[in-house]
C-alpha cells in the first residue's frame, strides 16, 4: 500500500483532479460523437458543389453518402467489441485519429472515386469510434451522476442534428481560400488533432470483464451481400441494368442466407456470433428490427432526394437550403423530449404509431405543395410540411430503442442494441442505393435542359410516395412491438451492459 505521508497534496486535492479529469474526458468524448453526427448531415447539402466541381456522376455521389453508412453499420458490432476487448480508450484513438485522416483525405480528394474511398475509410473509422463513446462514459461516471450525462449526450445528439446542415451550407457558400466544399471534411482536422492528444491524456483506460470474441467472418458476409445488393442498384440506370446486375442482387440473398446458417453454427461452438439470432424468436425484437430497417429506408430516401430537389431542382444556393431545414431538425427535438418524458410512458405503442401517421402527412402535404407551387415555391412555404414530418419522426426515434428492447432477455441486450443501430444504418444505405430507382428512374436521362427543374420537382413527388409507403409498412409492423413499453431509456438499471449502450444512436436529420 502506499504511504500518504510522503505528500503535502491535501486529501482533496486527488478526488478533485479525478474529477476534472473525467469531466475533460466528457468534453472530448461528446466532442468526438459531435464531429461524427455533424458529418453524416454535412455532406447532403455539399453534394450540388461536388458535383459540379468534380464532375462526379449521381451515382458517385449516392455512394459518397452511401459508402459512409454502409462501412459504419459493418464495422459498428465489431468496433465495439474491440473496445471491450483491447480496451475502449485505445479504440477511441485509433478511430479518432483514422477518422482525422479520412477527413483529410477527402478534403483533398483530386476525384469523385478518391473522395468515395475516402468516405469508406471514414465510416469504418467511425465504427471505432462511436462504440466507445458511451462505454467510456459508463466506466467514467458513477451510476447516480449517469442520468445528467445521458441527457447532455441528448443535447449533443440534437445539436448535431440542427448544426449539420447549416454548417455544411455557411462552409459551402463561403468557398473559404477558393476551396469550394472541401471546408466540410477540413474542419475536422484541428477538432481531431485537439481529441487525439487531449483525449491520450485524460480519458482513462476500461476494457469489458467478459467480452465476446470477434465474428470477423460475419462482418465479412454482410459486408458482401450488401455491396452485392447495393452496387447494382446505384449503378444500374446508368449501364442500362445489365445481367451480371440483376445476377449480382440474386447472389446477395444466398449470401444472406450463408450468413444466417454461419451464426446459427457460430452460436452453438463458442456463443459469440454477429447476429444472435435467437433475438428473433422475441416478436416485439423480430418486429423493432423490421421498423428500423425500413424507416432507414425511408429516411435514406427523402434526404438525398431532399437535397438535389432544393439546390439541382429548385436552383436554391447551399445557404437556403440548410436553413429550410431548421424547423424541421427543432421540431425533431422538441417530439423526441416529450415522446419519452410524457407521451411513451401513459400511451405506450400509440405514441409510435402516431408518429409514422404524422410524418406521412407531412409527406402528403408536401407532395400537394410541390405540386400546387412547383418552381416558385418558397421556403417558408415548406415550413409546415416540415415541422409536421419533424414531430412525427422525433416521436419515433426517442422511444424506439427502448420499446424494441422491452422484451428482450437481460443477457442478450447488448447484442440487441447493436443490431438494432447496426440494422438502421444498412436501411439507410439501402435507401440510398435506392435513390437511383425511385428519383431518377422517374426523371429519366432524356430530359431537356428546359424541363430539367420541373423533372427533378416531378421527381421528389414521386419518391415521397415511396417514403409515404414505407411509413405505412412502419405503422402495421409496429402493431406487434409491446402495447407498453418498459420505460424510457435510462442510464440507470434497465440499460445494457456498457459495451452495448455505446451501440445506440438515434437517427439524425
Not at 322 to 349: E, N
Given at each position: 500500500m502506499t504511504s500518504t505521508?510522503?505528500?503535502?497534496?491535501?486529501?482533496?486535492?486527488?478526488?478533485?483532479?479525478?474529477?476534472?479529469?473525467?469531466?475533460?474526458?466528457?468534453?472530448?468524448?461528446?466532442?468526438?460523437?459531435?464531429?461524427?453526427?455533424?458529418?453524416?448531415?454535412?455532406?447532403?447539402?455539399?453534394?450540388?458543389?461536388?458535383?459540379?466541381?468534380?464532375?462526379?456522376?449521381?451515382?458517385?455521389?449516392?455512394?459518397?453518402t452511401a459508402g459512409y453508412a454502409l462501412a459504419f453499420a459493418a464495422g459498428l458490432i465489431t468496433g465495439g467489441r474491440l473496445g471491450d476487448i483491447h480496451g475502449r480508450k485505445k479504440l477511441f484513438l485509433i478511430g479518432i485519429?483514422?477518422?482525422?485522416?479520412?477527413?483529410?483525405?477527402?478534403?483533398?480528394?483530386?476525384?469523385?472515386?478518391?473522395?468515395?474511398?475516402?468516405?469508406?475509410?471514414?465510416?469504418?473509422?467511425?465504427?471505432?469510434?462511436?462504440?466507445?463513446?458511451?462505454?467510456?462514459?459508463?466506466?467514467?461516471?458513477?451510476a447516480h451522476e449517469r442520468g445528467k450525462v445521458f441527457g447532455l449526450f441528448g443535447a449533443v445528439v440534437g445539436l448535431g442534428a440542427v448544426s449539420g446542415p447549416l454548417l455544411g451550407a455557411l462552409l459551402t457558400e463561403w468557398n473559404l481560400f477558393g476551396l469550394e466544399w472541401r471546408p466540410i471534411f477540413l474542419i475536422n482536422l484541428p477538432v481531431g488533432i485537439a481529441g487525439l492528444i487531449l483525449g491520450t491524456k485524460f480519458i482513462t483506460e476500461s476494457k469489458a470483464p467478459k467480452a465476446l470474441k470477434l465474428d470477423l467472418v460475419g462482418v465479412v458476409l454482410v459486408t458482401l451481400g450488401l455491396l452485392m445488393l447495393l452496387y447494382p442498384l446505384t449503378r444500374g440506370r446508368e449501364l442500362g441494368w445489365p445481367l451480371w446486375g440483376y445476377l449480382s442482387m440474386a447472389g446477395s440473398v444466398l449470401v444472406f442466407g450463408g450468413l444466417i446458417a454461419y451464426e446459427r453454427m457460430k452460436a452453438a461452438r463458442d456463443g459469440s456470433p454477429l447476429i444472435e439470432?435467437?433475438?428473433?424468436?422475441?416478436?416485439?425484437?423480430?418486429?423493432?428490427?423490421?421498423?428500423?430497417?425500413?424507416?432507414?429506408?425511408?429516411?435514406?430516401?427523402?434526404?438525398?432526394?431532399?437535397?438535389?430537389?432544393?439546390?439541382?431542382?429548385?436552383?436554391?444556393?447551399?445557404?437556403?437550403?440548410?436553413?429550410?431545414?431548421?424547423?424541421f431538425s427543432i421540431a425533431v427535438s422538441v417530439a423526441a423530449g416529450l415522446s419519452v418524458q410524457k407521451l411513451v410512458p401513459r400511451f405506450g405503442r400509440k405514441v409510435l404509431q402516431s408518429g409514422a401517421l404524422t410524418m406521412a402527412a407531412g409527406l402528403l402535404i408536401y407532395i400537394w405543395e410541390a405540386g400546387r407551387y412547383g418552381l416558385d415555391i418558397a421556403p417558408w412555404q415548406m415550413a409546415l410540411p416540415l415541422v409536421v414530418m419533424g414531430l412525427g419522426m422525433g416521436l419515433i426515434v426517442a422511444p424506439l430503442t427502448d420499446a424494441v428492447l422491452s422484451e428482450v432477455p437481460k443477457e442478450h441486450?447488448?447484442?440487441?442494441?447493436?443490431?438494432?443501430?447496426?440494422?438502421?444504418?444498412?436501411?439507410?444505405?439501402?435507401?440510398?442505393?435506392?435513390?437511383?430507382?425511385?428519383?431518377?428512374?422517374?426523371?429519366?436521362?432524356?430530359?431537356?435542359?428546359?424541363?430539367?427543374?420541373?423533372?427533378?420537382?416531378?421527381?421528389?413527388?414521386?419518391?415521397?410516395?415511396?417514403?409515404?409507403?414505407?411509413?405505412?409498412?412502419?405503422?402495421?409492423?409496429?402493431?406487434?412491438?409491446?402495447?407498453?413499453?418498459?420505460?424510457?431509456?435510462?442510464?440507470?438499471?434497465?440499460?445494457?451492459?456498457?459495451?452495448?449502450?455505446?451501440?445506440?444512436?438515434?437517427?439524425?436529420?
Amino acid at each position: 500500500m502506499t504511504s500518504t505521508t510522503t505528500s503535502s497534496t491535501p486529501e482533496s486535492a486527488a478526488p478533485a483532479a479525478a474529477d476534472r479529469r473525467r469531466w475533460f474526458a466528457l468534453a472530448i468524448v461528446m466532442t468526438a460523437a459531435f464531429m461524427d453526427l455533424v458529418d453524416v448531415t454535412i455532406v447532403n447539402i455539399a453534394i450540388p458543389s461536388i458535383q459540379q466541381d468534380t464532375g462526379a456522376s449521381f451515382s458517385s455521389i449516392q455512394w459518397i453518402t452511401a459508402g459512409y453508412a454502409l462501412a459504419f453499420a459493418a464495422g459498428l458490432i465489431t468496433g465495439g467489441r474491440l473496445g471491450d476487448i483491447h480496451g475502449r480508450k485505445k479504440l477511441f484513438l485509433i478511430g479518432i485519429a483514422g477518422f482525422t485522416l479520412a477527413s483529410a483525405l477527402c478534403g483533398f480528394a483530386a476525384n469523385p472515386e478518391m473522395l468515395v474511398a475516402s468516405r469508406i475509410l471514414q465510416g469504418a473509422m467511425a465504427a471505432m469510434m462511436v462504440p466507445q463513446v458511451l462505454s467510456i462514459v459508463h466506466a467514467t461516471f458513477p451510476a447516480h451522476e449517469r442520468g445528467k450525462v445521458f441527457g447532455l449526450f441528448g443535447a449533443v445528439v440534437g445539436l448535431g442534428a440542427v448544426s449539420g446542415p447549416l454548417l455544411g451550407a455557411l462552409l459551402t457558400e463561403w468557398n473559404l481560400f477558393g476551396l469550394e466544399w472541401r471546408p466540410i471534411f477540413l474542419i475536422n482536422l484541428p477538432v481531431g488533432i485537439a481529441g487525439l492528444i487531449l483525449g491520450t491524456k485524460f480519458i482513462t483506460e476500461s476494457k469489458a470483464p467478459k467480452a465476446l470474441k470477434l465474428d470477423l467472418v460475419g462482418v465479412v458476409l454482410v459486408t458482401l451481400g450488401l455491396l452485392m445488393l447495393l452496387y447494382p442498384l446505384t449503378r444500374g440506370r446508368e449501364l442500362g441494368w445489365p445481367l451480371w446486375g440483376y445476377l449480382s442482387m440474386a447472389g446477395s440473398v444466398l449470401v444472406f442466407g450463408g450468413l444466417i446458417a454461419y451464426e446459427r453454427m457460430k452460436a452453438a461452438r463458442d456463443g459469440s456470433p454477429l447476429i444472435e439470432l435467437s433475438l428473433f424468436k422475441v416478436k416485439s425484437f423480430a418486429a423493432g428490427i423490421a421498423v428500423q430497417a425500413t424507416f432507414g429506408v425511408g429516411l435514406g430516401i427523402f434526404f438525398l432526394v431532399w437535397t438535389l430537389y432544393m439546390q439541382l431542382g429548385l436552383g436554391w444556393s447551399a445557404l437556403r437550403a440548410g436553413l429550410t431545414g431548421v424547423p424541421f431538425s427543432i421540431a425533431v427535438s422538441v417530439a423526441a423530449g416529450l415522446s419519452v418524458q410524457k407521451l411513451v410512458p401513459r400511451f405506450g405503442r400509440k405514441v409510435l404509431q402516431s408518429g409514422a401517421l404524422t410524418m406521412a402527412a407531412g409527406l402528403l402535404i408536401y407532395i400537394w405543395e410541390a405540386g400546387r407551387y412547383g418552381l416558385d415555391i418558397a421556403p417558408w412555404q415548406m415550413a409546415l410540411p416540415l415541422v409536421v414530418m419533424g414531430l412525427g419522426m422525433g416521436l419515433i426515434v426517442a422511444p424506439l430503442t427502448d420499446a424494441v428492447l422491452s422484451e428482450v432477455p437481460k443477457e442478450h441486450s447488448g447484442s440487441a442494441s447493436g443490431l438494432i443501430n447496426t440494422v438502421q444504418q444498412m436501411g439507410n444505405a439501402l435507401g440510398l442505393g435506392l435513390v437511383s430507382v425511385v428519383f431518377f428512374g422517374s426523371i429519366g436521362d432524356d430530359v431537356a435542359p428546359s424541363r430539367l427543374g420541373q423533372a427533378f420537382v416531378e421527381g421528389f413527388q414521386h419518391s415521397l410516395w415511396y417514403v409515404a409507403g414505407v411509413l405505412g409498412v412502419i405503422f402495421l409492423v409496429m402493431f406487434a412491438l409491446p402495447g407498453r413499453a418498459a420505460g424510457v431509456v435510462r442510464a440507470e438499471a434497465g440499460r445494457p451492459e456498457p459495451r452495448d449502450l455505446s451501440r445506440e444512436r438515434q437517427p439524425v436529420a
